[in-house]
């Protein structure tokens, strides 16, 4: 059973199409979230019923649930789509937890809708899996995510480069409006479905925010957060399209994502990414981008809209230094800084730097660095020498502490991934079991299991690109 409360379903419905999830013939529960289910206000003895997989399968329509499809546009890799909207993704509807928490339920991979174009609606096991997996280790890290509330086999192929199993993740969240949810209205000339949107946006997810200037001061807060939080665990997206990012702030839309090995600040995963547009470096100048479009689509709610975009400028110009204030509290803690000052940044800086030139491994250097000797893996010794006394000079005298709770012993490294991947593929979910629990306790101390997980790949198991998860 779940409660649902559907807000979204009542604004202007221009913004969405009515649609529900198309049957499959044959659900089978892959992988579902008792903890989460509990936040959620849902029964996890419903979650694991046979019921369960039909509803999470799109098979049954719970009572008070009301799907639908939402509309939005976005700048895909800076080019400009009129129209997208969810092809593959029903909304359920929505959930007040236990927390007092809104959030939306979503099946993905529910089958097409008037939005799919020419996909078929459906998402192989592959994606799902990796999306599942990578969002809860997102949460575990307190990194701002959507959650994956299960994961349900179809018993269908879907046609890829080849046939795979078919599945569908229910994927909960703050709520899954989107830069480009703005852009549609605006591009239409729709002020009123403009103004709706932002309403609704305000009284759920800002509601302390002043108008439309303070909506847009709390996004790019928000935001510059987020990419912050991205950037000290090595996380790559992938694919910041404008229509892949939130207006909750939360991580969204994980396709063909990665966490970095070696550290490598130009560093590019997904196969699409041709140009490198959202290399790890490019991560904080992309948000900016596309901040600067979601300010451009407020503009027409404000009466002089000269002034607006003036004013606006000045808004999106805070986000390199909220972003700046933000790395810094984040890499100050992963150096152990109880207090970090701009000075520390070219402390930080220089052993990024250290990093880039010997390729060390991002997750292992910084989990390590409070209890071991690391001069070996440098090939300047000296220079990671002089570096250490430096740090040693600056850092809190509680550091060891700080950096437990700020360095992740373990992430979902890429060659466990697609290993877990695999195996699911031959119907084997143990190696799924393994890796979430273990990336779902990321500061954990490792145990030989743990360790295995957490090492950086072999040379052979290096995985060099990642496929968007269509
Ligand atoms: P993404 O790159 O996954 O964020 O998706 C971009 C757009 O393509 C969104 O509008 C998706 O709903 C749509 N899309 C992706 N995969 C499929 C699919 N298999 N069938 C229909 N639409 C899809
Ligand atoms: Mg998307």
Not at 29 to 51: F, K, T, V, Y
Not at 145 to 152: F, N
Not at 298 to 305: A, E, H, K, V
Not at 312 to 321: A, E, G, Q, V
């Amino acid at each position: 059973m779940i409660a649902f409360d559907n807000s979204f379903a009542r604004l202007p419905d221009r913004m969405f199409t009515r649609q529900a999830p198309t049957p499959v013939t044959q659900p089978r529960m892959l992988a579902h979230n008792d903890a989460l289910a509990h936040q959620l206000g849902i029964d996890p003895a419903w979650l694991a019923s046979p019921e369960a997989a039909q509803v999470l399968a799109g098979n049954a329509i719970p009572d008070g649930a009301e799907p639908l499809a939402q509309l939005y546009a976005g700048h895909q890799f800076g080019n400009w789509n009129p129209q997208l909207g969810d092809g593959r993704a029903i909304l359920l509807g929505e959930v007040v937890g236990t927390d007092g928490q809104r959030r939306d339920v979503q099946l993905k991979g529910a089958g097409p809708t008037p939005y799919s174009r020419s996909g078929d609606g459906r998402a192989w096991l592959g994606p799902v899996l990796r999306e599942y997996l990578v969002s809860e280790a997102m949460a575990a890290m307190g990194i701002p995510t959507t959650r994956a509330l299960a994961a349900v086999a179809t018993g269908e192929s879907v046609i890829r480069e080849t046939r795979l199993p078919g599945a569908v993740l229910t994927r909960i969240a703050a709520s899954h409006i989107r830069v480009g949810s703005f852009q549609v209205h605006a591009a239409r000339q729709d002020t009123d479905a403009l103004r709706a949107l932002a309403d609704h946006v305000i009284a759920r997810h800002y509601p302390d925010a002043d108008g439309i200037p303070g909506l847009l001061d709390a996004v790019v807060a928000a935001q510059a957060r987020l990419i912050a939080r991205w950037m000290g665990v090595g996380f790559i997206h992938g694919v910041m399209n404008t229509d892949n990012m939130a207006i909750s702030g939360e991580t969204i839309d994980y396709g063909p994502c990665a966490f970095m090995d070696a550290y490598d600040p130009q560093k590019v995963f997904s196969s699409i990414d041709r140009q490198g547009r959202y290399a790890y470096a490019n991560q904080p100048g992309i948000a900016l981008w596309n901040l600067a479009q979601f300010a451009t689509a407020l503009i027409p709610l404000m009466p002089d809209q000269d002034a607006a975009i003036a004013d606006f400028t000045t808004r999106i110009n805070h986000f390199p230094d909220l972003y700046q204030a933000a790395w810094l509290h984040v890499f100050g803690a992963k150096i152990g800084l109880t207090d970090p000052q701009p000075d520390d940044a070219d402390l930080i800086q220089r052993l990024l730097t250290l990093m880039a030139q010997n390729g060390a491994d991002f997750t292992q250097t910084f989990a390590s660095l409070a209890t071991s000797d690391l001069q070996d893996r440098f090939a300047d010794r000296e220079a990671f020498a002089s570096w250490t006394a430096d740090w040693h000079r600056r850092r809190s005298s509680d550091h060891a502490a700080i950096m437990a709770g700020a360095n992740p012993q373990i992430i979902p490294r890429n060659h466990r991934v697609e290993q877990m991947i695999a195996a699911a593929v031959d119907g084997d979910m143990a190696p799924f079991d393994a890796l979430l629990d273990a990336v779902t306790a990321p500061y954990a101390p490792l145990d030989a299991a743990r360790a295995d997980l957490a090492a950086p790949p072999t040379s052979a198991e290096i995985v060099t690109a990642t496929f968007c998860g269509t």
